[in-house]
C-alpha cells in the first residue's frame, strides 16, 4: 500500500513479465540452450558466446537482450519478437506454474496490492497440454501464491487476433465461464478442481474467482476488433467479464467496436484522443482505459512520454489507469511507469486519480 491507497496493476501479460533469472530456470529445467529455443541466427551467436564463457546456464547479459527491447526498438513488429523464448518455455504445467508464482512474487517486492496477470492459454499447447490443464496450472499457482502472501493475484485469460483459431477463441471464453462461475457456487467443494477463488481483504473483504475474465490481444492492425463479436456475444451470453485491447495500433474505430460489443474496459486505448465524442462516451460510462506508458513508447505507439494522452484523459473524466503492459520486454515495472509519468508532470492529484481508479477498475 502506498499513501493509503492500494497499488493495483491490471494490464500485465506473463509471457512478457517473467523475470530473466526464471527464464534462465526454465531453461535449465528442460536442458534447453537459447538457440535450442529461437533456432534464428542471432541467438546462435548468443548461444556460442554463452557456450565459450563456460557456464552451466545462460549468462544473464547475453539473454537479457533476447528478452528485452532497446530504447531504439524501432516498432511492435520488434517488440513483439521478445516474446518468443518465454513462450517456448511456457508449454509445461510446472513451468507455467513457476512463472506465475514468479511473477507473483516480482510485483509483491514492487508492493503491488493487487495484479491481474494475462495470458493466452491456446498459446502454451505445444507439447500436448489442452487449455483446460493451461489455466488449471496458473490458477492453482495463484490459488497457492495468494494463500502465503499480501500480494493477490488474479488471471485474464486471452483470446488471439487471428483467421483460423476462431474455436480456440471460443473454448477459452467457455473454460473461462466455467471457472468464474464454479468458483462463485458456494455448494462447490474445495476438493473440486475448477474451485479457484482468491479473498481479497483490500476489496473490502471480498472473495473473488481467480479467473477474473477474458481478453482479445495479438495484431490490431492485421486482424480488426470487428472481426471478434462472436467472441465477445458468447462471453456475454455466458456472463464473462471482458477487456479489449483496442487503439493501440489500430484508431479510434477499434475502440467504438469494442465498446459495441459490450466491453467495460479497453486495453491501451489511445487512439481515445483523436475522437473527442468517443472521450466523453469513455468518462460518461466510466470505462477503465488500461494505458501502458513504456509499451507505447517501445512500440511508437506515442513518440515522446509528453505526448502520451493519459493525462489528458484524466482532464476528461476517464477512468485511465497506469500499469506496465510487459515487464521484462519494456524493462520497466509499476513503480517506473509512475517515476516516468511525474518527469514528465505528472501531479499528486492525477497520481492519487490513477490509484484510485486502478483500485475500483478490477474485473
Not at 496493476?9 to 540452450?33: C, F, I, M, R, W
Not at 481479497?200 to 470487428?226: C, F, H, Q
Request: charged share 25%.
Amino acid at each position: 500500500m502506498i499513501d493509503d491507497h492500494y497499488l493495483c496493476e491490471l494490464h500485465l501479460h506473463l509471457d512478457g513479465s517473467l523475470p530473466v533469472e526464471t527464464v534462465k530456470y526454465l531453461a535449465e529445467q528442460e536442458n534447453l540452450s537459447l538457440s535450442d529455443i529461437t533456432g534464428s541466427a542471432s541467438s546462435e551467436e548468443a548461444s556460442e558466446k554463452y557456450k565459450d564463457a563456460g557456464d552451466s546456464f545462460m549468462k544473464t547479459e547475453i539473454l537479457k537482450p533476447q528478452l528485452s527491447v532497446s530504447e531504439d526498438c524501432r516498432d511492435l513488429n520488434e517488440y513483439l519478437t521478445k516474446f518468443r523464448i518465454p513462450l517456448a518455455l511456457l508449454q509445461t504445467e510446472d513451468a507455467i506454474y513457476d512463472a506465475v508464482k514468479a511473477v507473483g512474487h516480482a510485483e509483491e517486492e514492487l508492493g503491488v496490492d493487487y495484479v491481474e496477470i494475462r495470458f493466452a492459454p491456446q498459446l502454451h499447447l505445444e507439447k500436448g497440454l489442452t487449455q483446460r490443464q493451461v489455466i488449471e496450472a496458473a490458477a492453482d499457482s495463484a490459488v497457492y501464491f495468494n494463500a502465503d502472501h499480501d500480494t493477490k493475484i488474479r488471471l485474464i485469460l486471452c483470446c488471439m487476433r487471428g483467421d483460423d483459431n476462431r474455436e480456440a477463441n471460443m473454448e477459452t471464453v467457455r473454460l473461462a465461464a466455467e471457472f468464474i462461475h464454479e468458483a462463485q457456487d458456494k455448494h462447490v467443494e474445495p476438493s473440486d478442481s475448477a474451485y479457484k477463488k482468491v479473498f481479497i481483504p483490500s476489496a473490502k473483504g471480498r472473495t473473488l474467482p481467480v479467473v477474473a475474465g477474458v481478453d482479445l490481444a495479438g495484431a490490431e492492425a492485421l486482424y480488426p476488433t470487428e472481426n471478434f463479436a462472436d467472441i465477445f456475444l458468447l462471453a456475454r451470453e455466458l456472463d464473462v467479464p471482458f477487456t479489449i485491447h483496442a487503439g493501440e495500433a489500430a484508431g479510434p474505430d477499434s475502440i467504438w467496436t469494442a465498446l459495441n460489443f459490450g466491453a467495460k474496459r479497453i486495453g491501451h486505448g489511445i487512439a481515445a484522443i483523436q475522437d473527442e465524442s468517443l472521450m466523453r462516451y469513455l468518462a460518461d460510462n466510466n470505462i477503465v482505459v488500461e494505458c501502458c506508458p513504456t509499451s507505447n513508447l517501445n512500440t511508437k505507439a506515442v513518440s515522446t512520454i509528453t505526448e502520451h494522452p493519459i493525462r489528458e484523459f484524466l482532464r476528461h473524466g476517464i477512468r485511465v489507469t497506469v500499469s506496465s503492459d510487459n515487464t521484462t520486454v519494456s524493462n520497466t515495472n509499476l513503480i517506473r511507469e509512475f517515476e516516468l509519468l511525474e518527469d514528465a508532470g505528472l501531479t499528486a492529484e492525477e497520481k492519487y486519480l490513477l490509484y484510485k481508479n486502478a483500485e475500483d477498475g478490477w474485473m
